[in-house]
């Protein structure tokens, strides 16, 4: 009896999918670590949040290994290699939030931080559905739905990092302390336009093939 030898063929929007848990799952690794802060702590959620991204990668490694070796996609290649890129990068911006407090060794946790984080998860929670729904998007009614509400969120935590750093100039004089919040500020409002980014790939795509 012959072998069937037949590979099946790589389901992308499963990928995008597990990308998006990943998003959610650093997301909520730095939430919980914003909020149950211990800077003895910092080093080893610092290498667990590494851990995560190096999960994304290999993901990611294996999809390009498949896309360039099949002839037929779901959607354009560029398409897909795109929103790969977005997904990875929005988990790399979650996780420069911890690198960077481990590079300046922060202390303590200011209270506008733990608003920025809620935003993250809440965001990354929006992404996920969206993500969920990418595969249906000529069907269904709500992956639109998603990705607004991923933009809404954003222009949340743009109201918010304008508010942080207007708080921060007005009220603090240590030069050490400005210079690592306004860091740390960017660093957190630059997770949310990783995901809007994201979410507008989505948007884009499905424009794009409907």
Same mark, same amino acid.
């Given at each position: 009896m012959e072998k069937n030898t037949k590979r099946h063929p790589y389901d992308y929007f499963s990928y995008f999918v597990e990308c998006a848990e990943l998003v959610g799952k650093i997301?909520? #690794?730095?939430?919980?670590?914003i909020n149950h802060f211990d800077?003895? =702590?910092v080093s080893d959620w610092a290498r667990d949040m590494h851990h995560i991204e190096n999960e994304a990668d290999? +993901? =990611?490694?294996?999809?390009?290994k498949r896309l360039s070796r099949e002839f037929i996609s779901p959607i354009e290649r560029e398409d897909i290699v795109a929103l790969a890129e977005k997904l990875d990068s929005s988990i790399d911006t979650v996780e420069d939030v911890m690198q960077n407090i481990y590079i300046h060794n922060v202390e303590a946790i200011r209270s506008e931080a733990v608003t920025f984080t809620k935003l993250i998860v809440k965001c990354s929670h929006a992404l996920l559905e969206?993500?969920?729904e990418f595969k249906n998007f000529k069907k269904s009614r709500t992956v639109i739905e998603h990705v607004i509400e991923v933009n809404t969120i954003e222009s949340?935590?743009?109201? +918010? #990092?304008?508010?942080s750093m207007r708080r921060l100039f007005t009220e603090e004089t240590d030069a050490r302390t400005l210079l690592i919040w306004s860091t740390m500020f960017n660093t957190l409002e630059a997770c949310l336009d990783a995901f809007e980014d994201t979410?507008?790939?989505i948007e884009s795509i499905i424009m794009k093939n409907t």
């Open positions: 997301a909520e #690794f730095l939430d919980d670590a800077p003895r =702590k290999n +993901l =990611k490694h294996e999809m390009i969206a993500t969920r949340d935590a743009d109201r +918010l #990092f304008t508010q979410a507008d790939i």
